[in-house]
């Protein structure tokens, strides 16, 4: 299938590219931006958000699921994007955020308006709340004095949880989804979709000696892959090429893998990998191997618009790791997908004061810290979780102004990083798909594995001398061939890239 070797972009739009001086990016941005994508290599691109929201999200509280929000365009213009796209034979996959809904959307307002609505039951109320907690912070319940009922929101309060057990919900869905296959989108990016509550048991969650929740009984519940089986079923049968992508709120390789059983999605986002705190060898080595035996190609990347900058978080601002972690993204087996500006080396925005945060994650986290901690501690620890952080603007002119959050630190390498995201994504067009990786060890710092005709080595610590696989030339990267061609001597923080010479 066409995605198997495909590289994603996402698009984070707010902050892509903006084409009327509001300073807010927006689709006809995009649209500007295609021949640079088309030409550094980006085959598909993925869309965060665009429909209409009260933005408490920023985008992933959706009032309208089948509208384009007025500060990013018009559905011309969006239909314009997807043909010009695809004229340039690059794909557009969309966000599909039907875990909730805003509690703006009619949808809601209806199944508010009174207990005996027929849409009372597309949203989860109950006389008494339990345990459950929101991923945002506080009780994952809210009450509703004007029906004496409270209502589920597995995130913010705004963003309320439709009712999955309800099969008018899924029809609903599905008839969005009709709704952009018909302007031609080529996939779905399905938001949180293993914590679709599907069941009606409600247990307590069980609280850890720290305090904090094991969501064992809102997310991944019994018969959550039955449905979720019948939604890609219903997608498959329109267009076997449309390609799906869910977004699993875990970190653990096995249970993001158990949504890409067959029948399910078409791959799952590798959060165990994308999402590291630190740069961690060891645990990349042990779940590279795993994933290079997974039957399902599996997603790489490092970067996302929840999560800080793998420059900052993985790279620590050295150059020449940040090109390893690239070597290692491109060139390997998996969809890469790249996050807005990250082939720039474009760095982590740190708002200075509240009044500069827009995520909610922040703020709720700020408000948490100040009553125990004071002011300039709760800032702190708010950027600590700031998701703000990735989704500065991306600084495309040096007089560039920013209508709604501050820009993204501009890399003084950023030439030569793009150079290299070019470069190595001709490779991988050239010398792929990458179907069977071997061999794949660590030594030290260093991590070495094969495709069908390449040896990669990829030397996170001090200088070392490498042994190779049958007679090779290099083809990228600094290493220095012995004389006899049974070795490389790699610099300090180098990769090397070697082909077979037949
Ligand atoms: C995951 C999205 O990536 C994140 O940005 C959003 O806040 C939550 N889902 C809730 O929709």
Known sequence: MWWENAVFYEIYIASFADSDGDGIGDINGIRKKLPYLKEFGIDALWLTPFYPSPRVDNGYDVSDYCAIDPQY??????????EEAHQLEMRIIIDVVVNHTSTKHPWFIESASGKEHPKRDWYIWRDQPNNWESFFGGSAWKYDAATDQYYYHSFAEEQADLNWQNQEVK???F???QFWLGRGVDGFRFDVINNLTVSDQFIDNPVRKDGKQDHCNDVNQPGIKHVLKELNQWIKTVDPSIFTVAEISSDQLARINSY?????????FHFNLGSMEELDLEK????????SRQKKIPTLFFNSHDMSRSWQRLAKENRDIYRLLTVFLLINRGIPFLFQGEEQGVGDYLPQQLADIRDIQAKNKYQEELILRGKSHALIMANQVNRDRSRGMLPWLSNQQSGWIGLAAVNQEAKGILADYQNLIRLQKTEGPFTAIRNIELTGDCLSYQTESLQIILNFGQPIKHSLEGNRKTIFGNGMLSEDGH???LPAKACWIGKEQL
């Open 487 to 489: 070795w490389v001597h």
């Open 73 to 82: 365009g018009t559905l011309a213009a969006f239909d314009l994007l997807v």
């Open 175 to 177: 008839d969005v989804l």
């Open 284 to 291: 990349l080595t042990r779940d590279f191997k795993e994933m």
């Open 260 to 268: 890409t059983e067959d029948g399910l999605f078409d791959t799952a």
């Open 171 to 173: 029809q609903a869905v």
